[in-house]
Nanobody
Framework: QVQLVESGGGLVQAGGSLRLSCVASGITFRIDGLGWYRQAPGKQRELVASINSGGSTNYRDSVKGRFTISTDNAKTTVSLQMNSLQPEDTAVYYC?????????????WGQGTQVTVSS
């Protein structure tokens, strides 16, 4: 059974930094991508950053230059370094792993970790 467990969320003042980590377990197949999503109250879940099996990264425009996604070689841990945090970054952050299999994507999710940025 695939499990993704996030850690590292918390309360920080604007301009501060946090580092989120996600450890994946129970994976017996190749993971094609890892990423971080977030969901603020009353808003849809949105992609923050992703990294594919080739190491290519993708960021939403609002976090470019502030956030950095990284993973270990075994693709069992994915981290998100968040610098220069702003109140609009406040959300529940979810770790995501995905797999392309049988002509479709399958997503796996962590339980989420709260990030709160005070002004």
């Amino acid at each position: 059974q695939v499990q993704l467990v996030e850690s590292g969320g918390g309360l920080v003042q604007a301009g501060g930094s946090l580092r989120l980590s996600c450890v994946a377990s129970g994976i017996t197949f190749r993971i094609d991508g890892l990423g971080w999503y977030r969901q603020a109250p009353g808003k849809q879940r949105e992609l923050v950053a992703s990294i594919n099996s080739g190491g290519s990264t993708n960021y939403r425009d609002s976090v470019k230059g502030r956030f950095t996604i990284s993973t270990d070689n075994a693709k069992t841990t994915v981290s998100l370094q968040m610098n220069s945090l702003q109140p609009e970054d406040t959300a529940v952050y979810y770790c995501n792993a995905n797999r392309w299999y049988n002509s479709r994507w399958t997503d796996y999710w962590g339980q989420g970790t709260q990030v709160t940025v005070s002004s």
